[in-house]
């Protein structure tokens, strides 16, 4: 019998399976968006070093690392969350509640450094770990479980904060988190970002959890039924998403040694963007911390290049929103070319 001739024919010497095939063009379609992204990052770093001369000045150069860190470790959690085919919401002013947490911690409770600075932690570990909750068993859309959660975020930090800010001043050691210098030169908040981005691709792709966190986002049913637990998984995605936020909490309150209750609000579409920008789907199943980072260097980069070029607050938030456009729609036209 010859009922079988595309098996036969893949299995020749010198033919690649389908299979493979689609394997390696989703790879080299990854490759090329990293790549896509890393061009902008250079055209934008060009156009702004032409319109200032005061962009590459290490003082604003230093400024966009900071900036940097923080959008990057929000965005390195929230990729594994849009992998999956979710959204988050409420790591903004996750991140702000989390710094008003390792405020009181510090300077309210008097709390050895370390116990506060877990304790920041913990607070976006636990956000993480409700939203998971939230989705995975009560099966509310993401998008409406962390948009709650992102408003009560808002108000516990608020009303914990009495509306003002909690200054570290007195809390020896803690500045030195985000502004100190264990390599010269290099700002310590810069150095977690890129310690948290190795666990993340380590994470993403050298362990059983990036590839249950790619599986669901590719076909969350499909992988249950091949025995997959996967409300656990899911679970434990928004669990160490919420951790990340946690991390930025931290470095966002030792950068400016103080805990704002009001700052967090719009870093989440920043981070977002990030992702996206960086080539992860909005519909899941691809993604790479890679290119999350260089997304984060795009953010940090225009809108600083914006403010040294003395653009209004208004209009800087036109061009960030008009990039976020950009980045959804230049993620629907690789879906839909992936699909023909």
């Known amino acids: 019998m010859n009922a079988t001739p595309v098996t036969e024919q893949s299995t020749r010497p010198g033919v690649t399976p389908p299979e493979k095939q689609g394997t390696a063009l989703s790879f080299l379609r990854a490759k090329l968006q990293q790549s896509l992204a890393f061009g902008t990052l250079i055209v934008l770093v060009i156009f702004f070093s032409i319109a200032s001369n005061n962009f590459f000045s290490w003082?604003?150069?230093?400024?966009?690392?900071?900036?940097?860190?923080?959008?990057?470790?929000?965005?390195?959690?929230?990729?594994?969350?849009?992998?999956?085919?979710g959204i988050d919401l409420s790591i903004g002013t996750?991140?702000?509640?989390?710094?008003?947490?390792?405020?009181?911690?510090?300077?309210?409770?008097?709390?050895?450094?370390?116990?506060?600075?877990?304790?920041?932690?913990?607070?976006?570990?636990?956000?993480?770990?409700?939203?998971?909750?939230?989705?995975?068993?009560?099966?509310?859309?993401p998008f409406i479980a962390t948009l709650a959660m992102m408003m009560i975020a808002q108000g516990l930090a608020l009303v914990i904060s009495g509306v003002r800010p909690i200054y570290f001043s007195g809390v020896e050691g803690f500045k030195t988190i985000a502004l100190g210098t264990?390599?010269?030169?290099?700002?310590?908040?810069?150095?977690?970002?890129?310690?948290?981005?190795?666990?993340?691709?380590?994470?993403?792709?050298?362990?059983?959890?990036?590839?249950?966190?790619?599986?669901?986002?590719?076909?969350?049913?499909?992988?249950?039924?091949?025995?997959?637990?996967t409300r656990k998984w899911l679970i434990t995605v928004y669990t160490v998403a919420?951790?990340?936020?946690?991390?930025?909490?931290?470095?966002?309150?030792?950068?400016?040694?103080?805990?704002?209750?009001?700052?967090?609000?719009?870093?989440?579409?920043?981070?977002?963007?990030?992702?996206?920008?960086?080539?992860?789907?909005?519909?899941?199943?691809?993604?790479?911390?890679?290119?999350?980072?260089?997304?984060?260097?795009?953010?940090?980069?225009?809108?600083?290049?914006?403010?040294?070029?003395?653009?209004?607050?208004?209009?800087?938030?036109?061009?960030v929103g008009v990039v976020i456009l950009i980045a959804v729609f230049t993620d629907t036209l690789r879906q839909r070319r992936s699909i023909t």
Do not use: C, H
Not at 67 to 78: D, E, F, H, K, Q
Not at 301 to 316: C, D, F, P
């Open 59 to 85: 003082s604003n150069i230093s400024s966009i690392l900071l900036a940097t860190a923080v959008i990057g470790i929000l965005a390195l959690g929230t990729t594994f969350v849009i992998i999956t085919g």
């Open 94 to 141: 996750g991140m702000t509640l989390a710094a008003v947490m390792t405020g009181i911690f510090l300077v309210n409770m008097e709390l050895p450094l370390i116990v506060g600075v877990l304790g920041g932690l913990a607070t976006g570990a636990l956000m993480g770990l409700i939203n998971g909750l939230n989705i995975a068993v009560l099966k509310l859309p």
């Open 182 to 229: 264990l390599i010269p030169g290099l700002p310590n908040a810069v150095l977690i970002l890129f310690l948290l981005a190795i666990v993340a691709y380590l994470l993403l792709s050298k362990t059983i959890f990036g590839r249950y966190t790619f599986a669901i986002g590719s076909n969350e049913e499909a992988t249950r039924l091949s025995g997959v637990n």
């Open 242 to 319: 919420g951790l990340f936020t946690g991390f930025a909490g931290v470095v966002i309150a030792a950068r400016l040694d103080s805990a704002q209750p009001q700052i967090g609000v719009g870093y989440e579409l920043q981070a977002i963007a990030a992702v996206i920008i960086g080539g992860t789907s909005l519909l899941g199943g691809r993604g790479s911390i890679m290119g999350t980072v260089i997304g984060a260097l795009i953010m940090s980069v225009l809108i600083n290049g914006l403010r040294i070029m003395s653009i209004q607050t208004e209009w800087q938030n036109v061009v």
